[in-house]
Structures are given as C-alpha cells and as structure tokens.
C-alpha cells in the first residue's frame, strides 16, 4: 500500500549535523501529519517533530533550536536536519506519516512507519 523509506543516518562527531530524509510511496493521495520519532535502547519510543499538511511543526523540548523538520509535498518526502547533535541523540530515527490511501473503493486514512535509520552521536 504505502511505504516510507527512511536514510540518512550514520555515525557523527558530537556537535555534528546529519540530514534524515523519509520518502513515501505507493497509494498515496495526500499526506497529512509527517513525523520523526526515535527509539534509543532500553527506552520508549519518543517523539522527535511532526509537520502537517500546511506546514506547522512540533518539536519535543529537547531538540527545539537545533532540529528543523521539513517536507516537499510533490516529492512525498519529509526532512529533519539534525544540528548540534549531542550523544543523547544517538537513537533510530523512525518516520511516521498518516496517508489518505487510495483504494479501489473509498480512500481510506491509515498511518505508516518507516524501518527506521540509525543515528550514533560519539567521538
């Protein structure tokens, strides 16, 4: 139906910038609510940002001023440029976008997950 297809992630210094990409694909008629979520072991899954259709963001406390959350609607594809990473970023990054579906039937509203990419902040 749709997949999201996260890269971008690897190994950097702290104090470092990467820049995540999540491409989306399939059935799509409209995305609405993009999101970046992370993962670190032994912990919860957190929300990183999310954007909407329009444009507005969302961003947890502790990336606010150094994360920027982005999208191209024509490409299907969502950003995070990841500025001043510290270690305590070191997570997979996972993308998470709710479509509108097209179907043979009535277009349906589902919510997909990417596979996630890693992202390790050490020196």
């Known amino acids: 139906q749709v997949q999201l297809v996260e890269s971008g992630g690897g190994l950097v210094q702290p104090g470092g910038s990467l820049r995540l990409s999540c491409a989306a694909s399939g059935s799509i008629f409209s995305i609405y609510t993009m999101g970046w979520y992370r993962q670190a072991p032994g912990k919860q899954r957190e929300l990183v940002a999310t954007i909407t259709s329009s444009g507005t963001t969302n961003y947890a406390d502790s990336v606010k001023g150094r994360f920027t959350i982005s999208r191209d609607n024509a490409k299907n594809t969502g950003y995070l440029q990841m500025n001043s990473l510290k270690p305590e970023d070191t997570a997979v990054y996972l993308c998470?976008?709710?479509?509108?579906?097209?179907?043979?039937?009535?277009?349906?509203?589902?919510?997909?997950w990417g596979q996630g990419t890693q992202v390790t902040v050490s020196s």
């Open positions: 998470n976008a709710d479509v509108l579906v097209k179907t043979q039937g009535p277009m349906t509203r589902d919510n997909f």
